[in-house]
């Protein structure tokens, strides 16, 4: 029983990490109506960011934290100019069908530069033990800056004036247009800041699993599962979604081989779209 | 349809991809056609969802690799004969792909897009575990199936008969349907789902319909395919390359027309064949479908009919 209780904590850890990846998909689909397929390549750019980072200049993998933000940023930026800004107000099919080009390339580069090789980085740090179960210190130290992300991401959206003009894009982007908000700048901002949560939440799950340049396939559907759990376009309820993804996990983990919790996850994805389309913790659309 | 000029080119085309091989015996030609039949007949089955419904389905492959499973698992626990395997995975998967569409084509645009890439890792997941159809390892077949064909020699000239088959019977059902009432639905709601409700037409069963329908030819060419390598195993059968190629080829065609699905399919399939004999560029042919795939959809969104159409506006009567 200790057991499974241990496992759905362990599993609330990594569920906070999945919530801040599935923000930054939901962040931009909550802007301008665009789902990033990029954002698995994003997850693993953050993750490979991570391992050259902390290898090559031999510093704590934490450290890399905020070069891996700032990077991110800017590849969403050129991600906007290249492949988005001419997609926007565009049937959906075709964006897709962009970031799905650009999303094959980078998967297509990184495999012929590392292969489908498995790379893991060490990660030190004292873990938590509560009576016989011991919680490692990598979940518990990724959670929590997760959160506090989170947190700074709620702080920018409502209290800055960015933040402020972007949420006003997102409810109506003419309307924000026409009170001298301008949109173009914003949108960019809105998918390098997407991005940037994509690469942080790789490099965060980079310190807790290892992973291949494929990984990024299994982790977008996670953030798609969360997004659609929390609902379309809303951060608060991607970062409960991941959580209630994380418990899904953390109590299906000893009963369920590992290999089988992606079929899982999929059954529950199909369920949720079909019974609940605007996301079980959705308010009201546009709720950015 | 059989008075129409159109007709006569997809015979004309299932005529020359036929004899071209037999002509001379040309096994390395008939290779190549083979490729091209697999991709014609990929994109012209995606091209109903893509083109026609305006849904993008990003699990294709899925049809194909289920095919594929459910005919060699046939073949080999069952000892069945190729013809009824093939049939069975191609109804077989047809129906499931029905139920599941029922299902999440209720769906609307991006929505749907992300649950067909679900899929695919769902049912990779699925097969990976599923011990009957030898999990991640997969099936092997024993050449000896090959036996009643006539050997492995003849065996492979039948299989190439049974691909072109399935790529012309691929382009038929796609003329067919685009020129039924059926796909004026399927159109319609491509432009406009609500209008298209509004104005009477059954949407969601009209979307898992095509999602159906679009399912059964790649069945039976997954089953085609494995049988001829006599091997199956998860990451072949549900490699995310080959649905990607079929929505490039859609793209880089012309989605919604059939001549430039299938022109498409032909010229991806020689550029490929030539990039790849390349060193350099065999590793980087993913690279190389995603920069075609992002400058067609940034540029040039109709494609290659889309061009002749605007240059050559009286072929629009013509080439569907």
Redesign the interface.
Known sequence: MLGILASIIDGLLVGLVYGLAAMGLTLIWGVMDV?NLTHGAMIVAGMFALYLLASALGISPYLTLPPVMIGGFFVGVALYW??IH??VGR????S???T??????L???G??VWGTALFNVEVSLPGVSIGRYTFPGAHILAAVLAAVIAGVLYMFLHWTRTGKALRAVANNREAAELVGIPTTRLLAVAVGTGVALAGVSGMLIGTLFPFTVLSG??Y??KS??VT?LGGFGNPVGALMGGVALGLLEGAVTPFV?V??T??IE??L??LV??AF?GGIFASRRGAL | MVRRPFFWIIALAIAVFAAAPVVGNDVQLRESLALACVYITLASNLNLMLGYAGYINFGSIVFFGLGGYICIWLVDSYGAPLALSLIAAGIGVSALSLVFGLGILRLRGPFFALSTIGIVEGVQAFVENFTPWGGSSGIYISPQVFAPLGGPARALWVIYFLLVAAMGLSLYLSYAIKTSKFGLGLIAIGQNEDAAAILGVPTPRYKALAYSASAFLPAITGGLYFFKGAFIQPSDAFDLTLSTEAIVICMLGGQGTVTGVALGAYLYEELRGYLLTTATFSNFQLVIAGALLLVIVLFFPSGLMGWVYSRFPRAKRVLE
């Open positions: 789902i290249i492949a001419r997609m049937p959906p099919l075709m897709l069908l962009s799905f080009a650009v999303n094959l390339v998967i297509g580069v495999t012929a396939d299994g977008q559907l798609f599962i659609v081989p290999s089988w992606l079929v999929f059954a994805f199909v779209l079909i389309p």
